[in-house]
């Protein structure tokens, strides 16, 4: 069974970065739609940033500008570089195909400090 690793969170101040990674074994990244989401405490998941296979990148207008969504095909890893963290960026992040999901992973916790 497919077995999806995030990996990158912590804790940072508010205005700070983290770099969250993303591996599946089995699971050719560049050929999926890939994308990052988040559970904050007492709301729903949801996408925040994703990648089509052919590179193209879309975001929730809450992480414009501050999170990148980039793929490392040799690595067949999938990253989220965030900056400038806010506190309301404190959740549970996972990453998972946009359609057809794969089984959740555990996900990385992300604590952003005011």
């Known amino acids: 069974q497919v077995q999806v690793v995030e990996s990158g969170g912590g804790l940072v101040q508010a205005g700070g970065s983290l770099r969250l990674s993303c591996a599946a074994p089995?699971?050719?990244?560049?050929?999926?739609?890939m994308g990052w989401y988040r559970q904050a405490p007492g709301k729903q998941r949801e996408l925040i940033a994703s990648?089509?296979?052919?590179?193209?990148?879309n975001y929730q207008d809450s992480v414009k500008g501050r999170f990148t969504i980039s793929r490392d095909s040799a690595k067949n890893t999938v990253y989220l570089q965030m900056n400038s963290l806010k506190p309301d960026d404190t959740a549970v992040y996972y990453c998972?195909?946009?359609?057809?999901?794969?089984?959740w992973g555990r996900g990385t916790q992300v604590t952003v400090s005011s």
């Open positions: 998972n195909k946009v359609q057809s999901f794969l089984p």
């Open positions: 089995g699971v050719i990244f560049r050929l999926n739609a």
């Open positions: 990648i089509t296979s052919g590179g193209s990148t």
